[in-house]
């Protein structure tokens, strides 16, 4: 089934530890954004790539890094977490097909102790 | 920078009550306007949108509004019910030629009151 994957759902981790969360989407849409949301508040793009080999920082200022080697799959990085980075990300995609609509994927719920 | 303002931040109605949230935008060349739906622990989801072409748009119980001269779109939503509650997300971009990021409003929670 067509739809964008997120990975893990959820992950609680010590501080200082180096993570990566994991996008895929199956949609074979060419560009993707990257947000950071805590519950039900605003929606802060930190990184998006419209294609392979693109990539560019958002709106928010974040310490998470990001790659695009492939079309269908988006990682984000955190070298080192820190109880600041306790949050929930929101991977979402779009392409040509239904005009400009973004879908979105289910979310990684970070925790940093 | 470009900005989309969105208010209220939080609306309580009664069940059968009409909504109303409303978002104003900067950039003049922004050409779609989509409205997101989020309900708790949910991924945001379109809802309904419009494009600069279009003053109106209707879906069953909800409609949209683009005043352009205004720079100014609102989300009706009529015979609210309880599943309605939820936060709403406005967002302005710009399509085809332009950026395809979003500028998002800051979100609406809705409350339905049964």
């Known amino acids: 089934e067509a739809d964008i994957y997120q990975t893990p759902r959820y992950l609680v981790i010590g501080t200082g530890k180096k993570i990566t969360l994991e996008c895929s989407q199956t949609?074979?849409?060419?560009?993707m954004y990257w947000y950071q949301q805590d519950p039900g508040m605003e929606l802060h793009l930190i990184h998006y790539?419209?294609?392979?080999?693109?990539?560019e920082k958002g709106d928010l200022s974040s310490e998470s890094t990001v790659s695009r080697i492939r079309t269908e799959h988006f990682p984000l990085t955190l070298e080192s977490a820190r109880p600041s980075h306790t949050s929930q990300y929101l991977c979402?995609?779009?392409?040509?097909?239904?005009?400009?609509?973004?879908?979105f994927g289910p979310g990684t719920r970070l925790t940093v102790l | 920078g470009e900005n989309v303002e969105q208010h209220p931040s939080t609306l309580s109605v009664q069940e059968g009550d009409s909504a109303v949230i409303k978002c104003t935008y900067s950039d003049s060349a922004s050409n779609y306007f989509p409205w997101y739906k989020q309900e708790l622990g949910k991924r945001p989801q379109l809802i309904i949108d419009?494009?600069?072409?279009?003053g109106e748009k209707k879906d069953q119980r909800i409609a949209v509004t683009l005043n352009k001269t205004a720079k100014h779109f609102s989300l009706h939503i009529t015979e609210t019910q309880p599943e309605d509650s939820a936060v709403y997300f406005c967002?302005?971009?710009?399509?085809?030629?332009?950026?395809?990021?979003?500028?998002f409003g800051t979100g609406t929670r809705l409350k339905v009151l049964a």
């Open positions: 419009i494009r600069s072409n279009v």
């Open positions: 949609m074979g849409h060419d560009k």
């Open positions: 790539s419209y294609g392979v080999n693109s990539t």
């Open positions: 979402a995609s779009n392409g040509q097909v239904s005009y400009n609509e973004q879908f």
């Open positions: 967002a302005a971009s710009k399509n085809p030629s332009g950026t395809y990021k979003y500028i």
